[in-house]
């Protein structure tokens, strides 16, 4: 049987003529991306942008969350591949060179695969939703700014059976292009809401969940030890949130009032405190519920 005139390899139709002026309205969303993302003018526009290849399957798996992709020639077909065999088999995917692609998007996408996300159904859940009511394991960021750290908390989180993530309002956005790849796409699947006031939303959260423990992660010498806390050394663990805070601010005054208990990490006294991202998934470690 001779293959279709229709297509071009096994996967990319004729219809996805690769885009060869600049000015091709078709490129509008993918514009400046790393100047629109550092202003925020993405997130206030509902959009994301998702890069690589794994992280655009996992948006993909989303029914509503993709606007479009752009491929460079050298992975349209693995790209149409993915969309096709997807929940999201219609969405555009739109093909251009490399050249093209970085003078639209203002950098080198050396992975050669972008997509626009819509953020409204990520973006909309309550700590109150019922999925963080019912939790036993949650996370909580207080003013944790580094897009890497928020990245791998969430990829830590997704390690450690975590149930959802909740982020003060001054955190970085986990949807952010290279926090959402550092998590490794868990960002997309793990639910997370964002709070006006941390501190209020715990101490509401504690009221309607009396056996909630809520653990402040700290590096004072007054803080009890994690192993404490150790999921394996207690008959039935209690749901759990670990609040962290940041590199050089910690957690807010505030939020460590809301929390029941202080936690550190037995490190050598030589070294003051460890990475934001690290220190959580090794208390994660501790608190998650075995096996995993």
């Known amino acids: 049987m001779t293959k279709s005139t229709n297509q071009i390899g096994s996967g990319v139709s004729s219809g996805n003529s690769p885009i060869l002026d600049l000015n091709d309205p078709r490129l509008d969303d993918y514009r400046f991306l790393r100047d629109r993302d550092l202003s925020g003018a993405r997130r206030n526009e509902g959009l994301f942008v998702g890069e690589t290849l ?28 993915v969309i096709a065999q997807s929940a999201s088999p219609n969405v555009p995917l739109l093909i251009a060179s490399d050249a093209i692609i970085e003078q639209t998007a203002g950098f080198d996408v050396h992975r ?30 207080d003013g944790v700014i580094n897009m890497d750290n928020v990245g791998a908390i969430f990829r830590g989180a997704a390690a450690f059976g975590v149930s959802g993530v909740l982020l003060s309002k001054d955190s970085h ?58 999921s394996q050394t207690h008959a039935e663990t209690p749901p759990t949130m670990l609040i962290v805070g940041s590199e050089f ?20 006294t030589s070294v003051d405190s460890l990475n934001a991202a690290v220190a959580a998934s090794i208390c994660l470690h501790r608190l998650a519920a075995k096996p995993i």
């Open 249 to 268: 601010e910690g957690i807010s005054p505030l939020v460590l009032k809301a929390s029941t208990d202080r936690v550190r990490i037995q490190i050598a």
């Open 112 to 141: 050669g695969a972008l997509a626009i996300g819509l953020r409204a159904s990520l973006d909309c859940r309550t700590p109150f939703d019922s999925a963080f009511q019912a939790a036993n394991l949650l996370v909580a960021l």
């Open 173 to 230: 956005d986990p949807l952010y292009r290279k926090a959402l790849r550092v998590s490794m796409g868990y960002a997309l699947t793990i639910p997370y809401a964002w709070c006006d006031d941390l501190a209020s939303t715990i101490s509401e959260m504690r009221a309607r969940r009396p056996l909630l423990r809520v653990l402040a992660a700290d590096c004072s010498r007054s803080a009890k030890d994690i192993a404490d806390f150790d």
């Open 54 to 81: 794994p992280i655009l399957t996992q948006m993909l798996a989303i029914p509503r969350v993709t606007r479009s992709i752009l491929a460079s020639q050298r992975m349209a077909e693995r790209a149409a591949q």
